[in-house]
């Protein structure tokens, strides 16, 4: 059991992770988990949010010291107290939220991964073994481009080329296809399966797209609260199965079903032009119609300009150019214009875009109307009363879990936070919602009971216009596809007729 | 010409002079402010740092007898108070802006406390060399007239352009300026990281000041330093954190600096005030030229507290 001796000396090797309990203060994150990850083998770990999957890892990892429990690494045990010594050990994480250096190249974020940086970085030597080592690599980036000028897709990709340049013979994959097209997650996927079959390298992959355990994994692991939920191989699960293991005997709200006709043309955008933040077109001209009674969706890879869209209909950010009207009147985001025309907006990052985090849930319930009756008198003397009165209700309704309606709002989950938020925006009338990734990183039954919101919304008459990385959720719920590429509207189809590849393909822009 | 008189050519004369007697500590103060920005902290404490560091070269130097051991005291004080504003900076909670600005007036305050019996005596001057000996002319002369330290510092800003992109060092830094999470994910310590840019920061601030004490104007006294110091910290933000545009930015700031004086050695007095206010009607000018509502700042480290 010494640290720093490497297990065998090249080739995968398994890891597991025997009896693992983790406490922070009084909450159980983890109560005696079980992980046995095969070598050579290509594990997924399912689990909803706040399952303790991120947790297991960070053990793994060593970011976090179990409370109980051991840790082998082929067939070894080993004590792992900080990351350094996972990566000696041949360990490696490719995480959620990039760790490359968006400022810099990719060939400086490469290098400087190493360990054995030199003081003087010879460029063109590191330069011609980095093109040396990408050759042998199934798939390539570019070296020289800044991480901030290149594609989501090709910054995972640079994430897991890093791993693999650290030479990591046991890989664990957060969440790795949630920035990519399905095409891409297959072409990624699909390499780094070919390396495990080779016997290079060992995956362990968190997810929550069956899609993928079902393709590229052979064992599965799921964790409900904390507790081993499952484990098996996964040609002998099925889909169903798996979820119903995932989220146990929870009720989800039943979305209702289509119905109404489409209506009058509700939101109306003719070449709308925006500007990111480095003052680059992220918005190109696109024009659009959303009916009312009808979802459109807006499909791409994050990054295509849809958060500039989105900030733009919100008024977080002044059009360049181009016109959006409302029920035909001129819209400019004022405040008296949404209330007219009966606006709701479910921003992504809710916590951040829609709320005060340091105000109270029932302050955050009431900001669209907080200065009317009957939160107000003479429209400056508010009434504490009321705004308890209307949250309670709307907690009730919307089953948000907070202890008080005087709770600070960001000291609720994800997503609570995000039920509060619809709870506001989609507790009156609704004639046009903009909802941009409303689901992101919540659990079934949140997903659940949103989905169901909107559709309600859509089958009352609201026009929607429905902003998502995920495409499932959007072929599930839209009734019109648009895919949004590089700041315009390169595809559009009726979702019933929408050819997945297609979408796919010019998701990635071909 | 025989006479010495050179007209108004006296004016372009001495603007580039002055450009490069006053740029000097603009020079070091922006390029240690812009190591310290660059790993991710804002050190608004370098106007304490510069006066500091001119007070206790002036003392080094005095009681020694050697200017240089006075300068190496100045950076060695610089970095010990960027050490003190790094570990408060360290504990959680803590802003350094704010820390920044208690450190400003701790600086001065302490260097003026200590400073007192510095003010009568003469130290030794660091020297300079006389590149006008080939001209007759005076002002030619006198503007000729370079101090090693400005060598030095024009040096300096295309050593660390490079240092900043090819040594593990400058990668480092940049990494904990841009993303501290990458930073940490890569087993590196940010704190630290941080700790060690704020001390070089401060070491050349700590210089920049021995230069006003022991150069140019070359004495100590309570009205050294005008403000230079955090002058060289907004300089740094528009020189895009980049060590070459800090020295173009300097040598710009010294040359408006010394306009008003120029201007009056030729007779113009009218509007003198005005003049001398030069650098800063240029600070807000180009500040307001470069600013947008509607963008982010380009190259600005995504770890800083005025740009998250």
């Known amino acids: 059991?010494?640290?720093?001796?490497?297990?065998?000396?090249?080739?995968?090797?398994?890891?597991?992770?025997?009896?693992?309990?983790?406490?922070?203060?009084?909450?159980?994150?983890?109560?005696?988990?079980?992980?046995?990850?095969?070598?050579?083998?290509?594990?997924?770990?399912?689990?909803?949010?706040?399952?303790?999957?991120?947790?297991?890892?960070?053990?793994?990892?060593?970011?976090?010291?179990?409370?109980?429990?051991?840790?082998?690494?082929?067939?070894?045990?080993?004590?792992?107290?900080?990351?350094?010594?996972?990566?000696?050990?041949?360990?490696?994480?490719?995480?959620?939220?990039?760790?490359?250096?968006?400022?810099?190249?990719?060939?400086?974020?490469?290098?400087?991964?190493?360990?054995?940086?030199?003081?003087?970085?010879?460029?063109?030597?590191?330069?011609?073994?980095?093109?040396?080592?990408?050759?042998?690599?199934p798939f390539k980036v570019p070296l020289n481009a800044k991480v901030s000028d290149i594609?989501?897709?090709?910054?995972?990709?640079?994430?897991?080329?890093?791993?693999?340049?650290?030479?990591?013979?046991?890989?664990?994959?957060?969440?790795?296809?949630?920035?990519?097209?399905?095409?891409?997650?297959?072409?990624?996927?699909?390499?780094?399966?070919?390396?495990?079959?080779?016997?290079?390298?060992?995956?362990?992959?968190?997810?929550?797209?069956?899609?993928?355990?079902?393709?590229?994994?052979?064992?599965?692991?799921?964790?409900?609260?904390?507790?081993?939920?499952?484990?098996?191989?996964?040609?002998?699960?099925?889909?169903?199965?798996?979820?119903?293991?995932?989220?146990?005997?929870?009720?989800?709200?039943?979305?209702?079903?289509?119905?109404?006709?489409?209506?009058?043309?509700?939101?109306?955008?003719?070449?709308?032009?925006?500007?990111?933040?480095?003052?680059?077109?992220?918005?190109?001209d696109v024009s659009l119609t959303v009916r009312a009674?009808?979802?459109?969706?807006?499909?791409?890879?994050?990054?295509?300009?849809?958060?500039?869209?989105?900030?733009?209909?919100?008024?977080?950010?002044?059009?360049?150019?181009?016109?959006?009207?409302?029920?035909?009147?001129?819209?400019?985001?004022?405040?008296?214009?949404?209330?007219?025309?009966?606006?709701?907006?479910?921003?992504?990052?809710?916590?951040?875009?829609?709320?005060?985090?340091?105000?109270?849930?029932?302050?955050?319930?009431?900001?669209?109307?907080?200065?009317?009756?009957?939160?107000?008198?003479?429209?400056?003397?508010?009434?504490?009363?009321?705004?308890?009165?209307?949250?309670?209700?709307?907690?009730?309704?919307?089953?948000?879990?907070?202890?008080?309606?005087?709770?600070?709002?960001?000291?609720l989950s994800g997503g609570n936070v995000q039920r509060a938020v619809l709870a506001r925006e989609l507790g009156g009338d609704v004639e046009v919602l903009v909802a941009a990734n409303p689901c992101f990183g919540l659990d079934f039954a949140a997903v659940a009971q949103i989905h169901a919101e909107i559709m309600a919304a859509r089958n009352r008459g609201a026009a929607v216009l429905l902003v998502s990385e995920d495409l499932d959720e959007l072929l599930e719920l839209s009734d019109r596809l648009v895919v949004m590429f590089h700041g315009e509207f390169v595809y559009e189809a009726r979702t019933s007729e929408a050819d997945l590849t297609v979408v796919g393909r010019h998701m990635a822009g071909h | 010409m025989a006479d010495g008189s050179i007209g108004?050519?006296?004016?372009?004369?001495?603007?580039?002079?002055?450009?490069?007697?006053?740029?000097?500590?603009?020079?070091?103060?922006?390029?240690?402010?812009?190591?310290?920005?660059?790993?991710?902290?804002?050190?608004?404490?370098?106007?304490?740092?510069?006066?500091?560091?001119?007070?206790?070269?002036?003392?080094?130097?005095?009681?020694?007898?050697?200017?240089?051991?006075?300068?190496?005291?100045?950076?060695?004080?610089?970095?010990?108070?960027?050490?003190?504003?790094?570990?408060?900076?360290?504990?959680?909670r803590v802003n350094d802006i704010a820390v920044g600005i208690a450190l400003m007036l701790f600086g001065t305050g302490l260097a003026f406390y200590l400073g007192k019996p510095l003010i009568e005596p003469t130290a030794p001057r660091l020297p300079a060399i006389d590149f006008g000996w080939w001209s007759d002319i005076p002002q030619v002369r006198a503007a000729l007239r370079i101090n090693v330290m400005f060598l030095i510092g024009v040096a300096l800003a295309p050593i660390l352009y490079w240092a900043f992109r090819t040594t593990r060092w400058g990668l480092l830094i940049r990494t904990a300026g841009e993303s501290s999470d990458a930073a940490r994910a890569m087993g590196h310590s940010v704190l630290l990281i941080r700790l060690r840019a704020t001390m070089v920061g401060g070491f050349l601030a700590g210089?920049?000041?021995?230069f006003l004490s022991l150069f140019y104007p070359g004495s100590w006294n309570e009205g050294l330093s005008s403000g230079q110091g955090i002058t060289a910290v907004a300089l740094v933000i528009f020189a895009r954190w980049d060590p070459m545009l800090c020295l173009w930015a300097s040598l710009a700031f010294g040359g408006a600096a010394a306009l008003g004086p120029a201007l009056q050695s030729v007779g113009v007095t009218s509007g003198y005030h005005l003049f001398n206010a030069a650098p800063y009607i240029l600070t807000l000018a180009i500040m307001i030229i470069t600013c947008s509502p509607k963008r982010t700042l380009t190259g600005a480290p995504a770890e800083l507290s005025i740009t998250r």
């Open chain 1, 1 to 137: 059991m010494i640290i720093g001796e490497i297990p065998p000396p090249s080739g995968a090797f398994g890891v597991d992770a025997l009896a693992m309990t983790m406490r922070f203060g009084d909450f159980l994150a983890l109560d005696n988990v079980e992980l046995k990850v095969r070598p050579g083998s290509f594990h997924a770990l399912l689990g909803e949010n706040g399952a303790g999957k991120s947790t297991l890892v960070k053990c793994i990892m060593g970011y976090y010291h179990a409370t109980e429990g051991d840790i082998l690494i082929g067939d070894r045990q080993q004590a792992i107290s900080n990351p350094k010594d996972a990566h000696a050990l041949g360990l490696g994480m490719v995480y959620q939220h990039f760790t490359l250096v968006p400022a810099m190249t990719v060939a400086e974020n490469l290098v400087l991964a190493r360990d054995d940086v030199p003081a003087v970085v010879d460029w063109s030597k590191e330069k011609r073994e980095l093109e040396a080592f990408l050759a042998r690599m």
């Open chain 1, 151 to 284: 594609s989501a897709g090709e910054r995972q990709k640079c994430e897991i080329l890093k791993q693999l340049y650290l030479k990591r013979r046991f890989l664990i994959l957060d969440e790795p296809t949630s920035v990519l097209t399905p095409a891409e997650a297959d072409e990624v996927l699909g390499m780094l399966r070919d390396m495990v079959v080779k016997g290079e390298l060992t995956i362990l992959m968190i997810t929550h797209k069956f899609r993928e355990v079902m393709a590229f994994a052979d064992e599965v692991t799921i964790l409900r609260r904390g507790k081993l939920a499952g484990q098996g191989k996964v040609a002998e699960l099925t889909p169903d199965a798996m979820a119903r293991t995932m989220i146990g005997a929870e009720e989800l709200t039943v979305q209702p079903p289509r119905t109404g006709e489409t209506g009058q043309a509700r939101l109306e955008l003719a070449k709308v032009r925006a500007l990111d933040d480095a003052g680059a077109v992220a918005v190109h």
């Open chain 1, 293 to 411: 009674g009808e979802i459109v969706g807006i499909a791409g890879v994050s990054g295509n300009g849809q958060r500039q869209l989105v900030e733009v209909l919100a008024g977080q950010r002044e059009a360049e150019s181009g016109e959006i009207r409302v029920a035909g009147d001129p819209y400019h985001a004022r405040r008296e214009e949404m209330r007219r025309h009966k606006m709701s907006l479910l921003p992504e990052e809710p916590l951040k875009n829609a709320c005060v985090g340091g105000m109270s849930v029932a302050d955050n319930i009431a900001f669209r109307e907080f200065d009317r009756a009957p939160f107000a008198s003479l429209g400056w003397w508010l009434n504490r009363g009321a705004f308890r009165d209307d949250a309670k209700k709307k907690i009730a309704q919307y089953k948000i879990k907070t202890r008080t309606p005087e709770t600070p709002i960001s000291a």
């Open chain 2, 8 to 92: 108004l050519w006296t004016v372009p004369l001495a603007v580039f002079g002055g450009a490069i007697r006053v740029s000097t500590p603009f020079l070091f103060v922006s390029l240690g402010e812009c190591i310290t920005e660059r790993s991710g902290r804002i050190n608004l404490g370098l106007e304490g740092t510069l006066v500091m560091g001119a007070m206790s070269a002036y003392g080094i130097s005095y009681l020694s007898g050697s200017p240089w051991l006075g300068v190496l005291a100045a950076g060695v004080t610089g970095a010990l108070l960027g050490a003190l504003h790094a570990g408060i900076c360290s504990l959680p």
């Open chain 2, 207 to 210: 210089i920049g000041g021995s």
